[in-house]
Each structure stands twice: as C-alpha cells, then as structure tokens.
C-alpha cells in the first residue's frame, strides 16, 4: 500500500476511533485497521482461521450505502460510507454509527449492549443467522461468506473473473479519440483519449444474459452503463456509436487567455489548429473506451488526497462521449449569476441541454461488473475492492462474462469468413485477394485449435488486419486487398473481436 495513501488512512482513523470497525490490509480489500481499534483483533481471536482471509475486513461488520448527487446516485464502500454517515468524525453520533452496520455488525454490538464488544460476544453469536438466509453465521463464516450479507452463502460460487494488465491492454486493438470532457463543477476539457473500444471487450467475453456494465473506482464510487442507449435517458450506453461532436472555441472559455474567470483547458496537442465549428469525428466512430492514455501520456495514477476524495484518474477510465453533443459550459460554481448569464455558454444542470459527460466518466477504474450475475454466483466485494489493482495496473472484469471466450472466438472467425464470402467481388481489389483472406482466416482457425493464440495473433494483424486497415487514413492503402472502405470498417469491426479473444487467451 502507497505510503501516501497509508498516512490518509491513520488520519482518518484518529477522527473516526469510536466506529465500531473490523479494519485490516488484505488482497484486493482497501481495508485498514482505525487506531484504537479493538473489533479486529476480536474477530481474530475468535475466528483465527480467517486471519487475512476476505471476511477479515470492515465489510465483516458494515455496509456501504449511497445518497443523490444532482442526478447521479453516488454509490460508497463500508469504509467511505462511513466517513460520509460520519463527516469524516464530525457527526460520530450513536445514530450516524448504527446506519453504517450490517445485520451482522448489528448483532455483535447488540448481543452485548453494556459493555460487551468481545471475542464472547461473536462467539455469542455464532449460531444465529443475522441476514436471514438459511445459515448460521458459524457457517457462513467458515465457509468464507458474508453472514451480514443475505446475498453472499455457502451454497454459491464467486463469478466468473479476469484480470487484464496494462501490456494485456496494450495488445488489443486499440481506439483513440478526440472529444469534450464536460464537467459541472470541475474545468472542462477537449482531450485526446487512447485504449480500447469497451464495446470490443464485452462483446468478446459477454454471456447473452448480460444486459450492462456497472464501474467501481477503489473509493467504492460507482457507474451503471447499460448496453442499450434507449434503456436510460440519463445513463451512457456501452454498446453502439456516439453521434458525432463539434469543436467550441471562444476566448472567453479559454483558461489560457482569460485566467481568472475562463473554464475551460484548450491545451491537449489534439486541439491545435482546430477551429470553432470544426466536427469532431472518428474513423472508428465516437465510443465508451477504457482509456490508459491521455494526449500520449499514462493516466496519472489515483490516490486518495486529504480529504479522502480521489485524484488522479489512472490507470484506466472509463470514458463516454457526449450524448447530447454541445459547448464547454461554464461550472456550476460560476459566480454572479446575472454577469454568468450574459457570458458564452451559461451552466445548464440539464444534461439534455448541456451534456456533462465528465461526471459520468469513472476515474480509477478497478473493477467492471458484468450484469447480472449469472445464477448460483455470488459478488466479489466490489465496494472495499482495488488498490492493489491500482497498484498493479489491472483491472478485473467479472459476472456474465466467459473468462475464456473459445467459442464466442470460434463463431467470430467463422461469422468473419462467411461475411467476407458474401460480399461483392467489386469491394476487393480482385477475386483472389477475396479467397485469400478467406484462407488466411481459415489457417488462423487451425492455429487457435493447436492453442498457438500468440501466432494466431500475429497471422491475424499482419496476413488479415493490414489487408483492410486504409479507412483509417481515409483512403485506400496499397497494400489493401479490400478497396471498399465501408467494407473495411465493417470487416475491422468484427476483427476487433476475435483480437481480444486471442490477446485473452493467449494472456
């Protein structure tokens, strides 16, 4: 754990000693021990068999929660829902406390109202069912489940899971886009964002139950994306293609020429040169990524700064274009509201009117949940989850998902090849650089049922990929065997797939 982050946590701890707390570092846990803590040490005295385990944590004993930002629904962690309930130690009351605890936590401190609070007292409690779901806490707890958590039993399995690196990352097809970051309180900026289309990704490992994403950063804030961008007016949607922007530019907006009272950061490389009116488009169309890049450079890495709120937004952010495309408009904070609204671009809270995609862009990315879980699978604890993915820049992507997608890569080539037979012989340069691509699709697929994924891979990008890739410089390269570009961007389309699948495979 960072020292920085480390010195936040005693901090925080010296305001919040009278929570009735279970806090220890453990993996993937953004758990810690408050000082003066006693309840940790209870627990391991009683349960020693779970020293360092999952249950060893605050989760054992409180809960997260969420309250209502604007629109948005904030979703917290046991840790930050505390300090929220709390004031950071402000507001320690016994009421404020209460509202942090789980069933189970609730137990342990009831059962022994007068001074208790002991290993006796969970030990008290052993045969109880504190969450009402047809097992004991004794069980729960030696079978490594929740027993505040009625969700969360012996009877279920964990869902299934993959951890993706950074080099992972780097190896699948990539997307790099230009667009407005619109925030409500915060600057607004155009920036040029590099990583993965998200769509590709899901697409590629998705069961066909899942119907939509949900982001966690290791605060235990939170996202719904769903699949469908007709589901939620006020969400973004994971799958399909964003409409195209335009380019807003006025100096009174620009920070660098009006400093004091100007909102918005034109200094990204990617917007020199671009004029006011200019569209903003994407070869590869506009698209929720899960960016690594931000005008060439890694994200910064997140940490929790003193007031436990977090900066950075590294690693990895999930980044959703606009959906209402418009101007950068003033913060929300903008003072002097009559001299405001006479102003270019005055602050909208509507996001039908003003777009504030920023807000929705989920920094310090950790973890991404495919919904729903599938049936007899049990959450892993997404809202105390992530620093040591952080730390080690990966993210873990669980739930309705094929951790191993073989089938979804064999339908994919096979979906390839077909479509590559069935279109006109005028979309190729001639007939047979048609049959060619046919064959080289077709001695990958022997390649992948020999596991060689990693030459596979390199078949596909070199014999397959550079065949069809002059869309994306608007005109067709001489190396192209596909010299229509529409063809090209439909058949790259597919491609991005069955690359993920092998870069997964192979990983």
């Known amino acids: 754990m960072k020292k920085k982050r480390w010195n936040l946590f005693v901090l925080s701890a010296v305001l919040i000693v009278v929570s009735f707390t279970l806090f220890t570092g453990i993996q993937i846990y953004a758990a810690y021990n408050h000082e003066g803590d006693k309840d940790s040490a209870n627990f391991r005295e009683a349960y020693p068999n779970q020293v360092g385990a999952k249950l060893d944590s605050c989760t054992l004993c409180h809960r997260g929660g969420s309250y209502k930002s604007g629109k948005k629904t904030v979703t917290l962690g046991s840790c930050q829902w505390c300090h929220y309930k709390t004031s950071y130690g402000a507001e320690s009351s016994e009421a404020n406390l209460l509202e942090t605890l789980n069933s189970y936590g609730l137990a342990y401190k009831n059962k022994w109202p007068t001074g208790g609070r002991t290993a006796a007292a969970l030990l008290a409690i052993a045969g109880d069912d504190s969450d009402n779901d047809g097992y004991s806490n004794e069980q729960e707890i030696n079978a490594g489940a929740y027993p505040g958590d009625a969700t969360d039993d012996p009877s279920k399995i964990p869902a299934p899971s993959r951890v993706l690196s950074l080099p992972e990352l780097e190896k699948m097809a990539q997307h790099t886009q230009f667009l407005l970051m619109n925030a409500s309180k915060s600057d607004d900026s155009y920036t040029e964002y ?9 697409r590629t490992i998705m069961l066909d139950s899942a119907t939509g994403i949900t982001v966690y950063a290791p605060d235990g804030f939170a996202t719904y994306h769903p699949f469908d961008p007709s589901t939620d007016s006020n969400t973004y949607h994971v799958l399909g293609i964003y409409p195209q922007g335009t380019f807003y530019y006025d100096k009174q907006a620009d920070m660098a020429t009006n400093p004091s009272t100007g909102w918005c950061n034109y200094s ?10 200019e569209a903003i488009s994407n070869p590869d169309d506009l698209k929720m990524m899960l960016a690594f890049k931000r005008d060439g450079e890694y994200l910064t890495t997140g940490e929790l700064n003193l007031s436990n709120k977090l900066d950075g937004e590294g690693p990895y952010r999930v980044v959703p274009p606009q959906k209402t495309p418009g101007p950068p408009d003033q913060r929300s904070t903008a003072v002097n509201a009559t001299a405001r609204d006479a102003w270019i671009w005055p602050y909208n809270e509507n996001n039908a009117i003003n777009d504030h995609n920023a807000g929705f862009s989920s920094r310090t990315v950790t973890m991404i949940k495919v919904e729903p879980l599938p049936p007899g699978t049990t959450d892993i604890d997404t809202l105390e989850a992530g620093w040591p993915y952080v730390d080690g820049k990966k993210v873990i992507v669980y739930g309705a998902i094929d951790p191993r997608p073989l089938n979804r890569l064999y339908t994919n080539l096979d979906l390839l090849i077909n479509t590559i037979k069935a279109k ?9 650089s048609q049959l060619a691509l046919v064959n080289k699709l077709q001695a990958i697929k022997k390649q992948v049922a020999k596991k060689a994924y990693s030459g596979a891979l390199t078949a596909l990008k070199q014999d397959v990929v550079e065949k069809m890739d002059g869309y994306l410089s608007g005109g067709v390269d001489a190396n192209d065997w596909v010299t229509d570009l529409k063809v090209q961007k439909q058949l790259c389309g597919n491609i991005q797939n069955i690359w993920i699948a092998l870069v997964i495979l192979g990983g």
Do not use: D, Q, W
């Open 268 to 277: 990204s490389p990617s917007a020199a040169g671009r004029e006011n009116g």
């Open 194 to 202: 590099k990583g993965i289309a998200l769509e590709a990704l899901i």
């Open 424 to 432: 006109k012989a005028t979309a190729f340069k001639n007939k047979s």
